[in-house]
């Protein structure tokens, strides 16, 4: 069975930093895209950061770029996400993703993703 287990969230002041972590087990997906998502209550599930298979290329939300970093694993098969000054508008449930789909290529359609972990919550306090 092919899981995606994030890890990393928690409960953090604004201004500050988490570090999430996405481990794929079942399966490797070090040549496909990946990518993180966010869901508020009561909003839709949102883009927030992809990444090619290579890492050579990234794409992220206008809310959080140059805030956050998406990077790959030496395996490629592990992606985390770097999150610093955080603020409580970015309070969700974090997804990480998986393409089955050798694209060459970021992916950043929430539609176009196969596989989704189970999410981990991040809360910012004001």
């Known amino acids: 069975q092919v899981q995606l287990v994030e890890s990393g969230g928690g409960l953090v002041q604004a201004g500050g930093s988490l570090r999430l972590s996405c481990a794929p087990s079942?399966?490797?997906?070090?040549?496909?895209?990946m990518g993180w998502f966010r869901q508020a209550p009561g909003k839709e599930r949102e883009f927030v950061a992809a990444i090619s298979w290579s890492g050579g290329s990234t794409s992220y939300a206008d809310s959080v770029k140059d805030r956050f970093t998406i990077s790959r694993g030496n395996a490629k098969n592990t992606v985390y996400l770097q999150m610093n000054s955080l603020k409580p508008e970015d309070t969700a449930v974090y997804y990480c993703a998986a393409d089955s789909v050798p694209r060459g290529r970021i992916v950043v359609a929430l539609e176009q993703y196969d596989y989704w972990g189970q999410g981990t919550q991040v809360t910012v306090s004001s």
């Open positions: 079942g399966r490797t997906f070090n040549s496909y895209a």
